[in-house]
């Protein structure tokens, strides 16, 4: 059941949720990767920022394309907004805890994870997140909080594996096991809020 709107409110609870939930990813995604480039405004700065951005946006587009035929259906469209916030969500938690290498971003070196590993997986995110809103389909902000955390700690399961499978460069195994250690992260706050969540009914 969703949960009531304010008086007054103009945003449902959910797709404020939605909304901080993302806004947060990017933001912590942009300070960890300038922290890790030395400046956001170095090469490899601007290019992870890039690369953040984008996974968030491509996860958007990829999710309001699947949904079209849903809304055409009678769909909920709130309910999609909420969802798609979410898959958008997922994308920018995935850079943010697993940031691209450096090396990308370096003339000599040959990877490209954004090509290989990380849009790829933001696709597969999105896949995930209409997955996951079948596993749990309340339409409350602490459903919305477990979605997301169990969504993106499957998506860093995927990173770390077509890192480690396509990823170029020495350090490709060193970068997958990053992303396998941060999907343990997710998934642990994924349990914490399942069992919260089940307290809660």
């Not at 996974?55 to 969802?83: E, H, N, P, Q, Y």
């Not at 040959?110 to 997140?129: E, K, N, R, T």
């Not at 409350?140 to 995927?158: E, H, K």
């Amino acid at each position: 059941m969703a949960e009531p709107e304010a008086p007054g409110s103009q945003l449902r609870p959910e797709t404020r949720t939605g909304l901080e939930l993302l806004g947060l990813g990017l933001l912590l995604g942009a300070v960890h990767v300038s922290f890790r480039s030395h400046g956001a405004f170095t090469e490899a700065g601007r290019g992870g920022l890039v690369d953040l951005v984008g996974c968030a946006f491509i996860g958007a587009v990829l999710w309001a394309m699947l949904t079209i035929r849903a809304l055409a259906a009678g769909g909920s469209v709130k309910d999609a907004v909420d969802d798609g916030l979410t898959a958008s969500a997922v994308a920018a938690w995935m850079v943010t805890l697993a940031p691209p290498r450096l090396s990308n971003y370096l003339p000599t070196e040959a990877a490209s994870d954004f090509a290989y590993a990380y849009l790829p997986a933001s696709l597969v995110g999105v896949l995930l997140v209409n997955l996951a809103v079948v596993l749990w389909p309340a339409r409350t902000r602490p459903a919305m909080g477990l979605r997301l955390a169990a969504t993106t700690a499957a998506t860093l399961v995927v990173l770390g594996v077509l890192l480690r499978v396509v990823g170029g460069g020495a350090d490709a195994g060193e970068a997958a096991l990053r992303a396998w250690l941060a999907a343990g992260v997710a998934a642990a706050v994924a349990a914490g809020l399942h069992v919260w969540a089940r307290r809660r009914a």
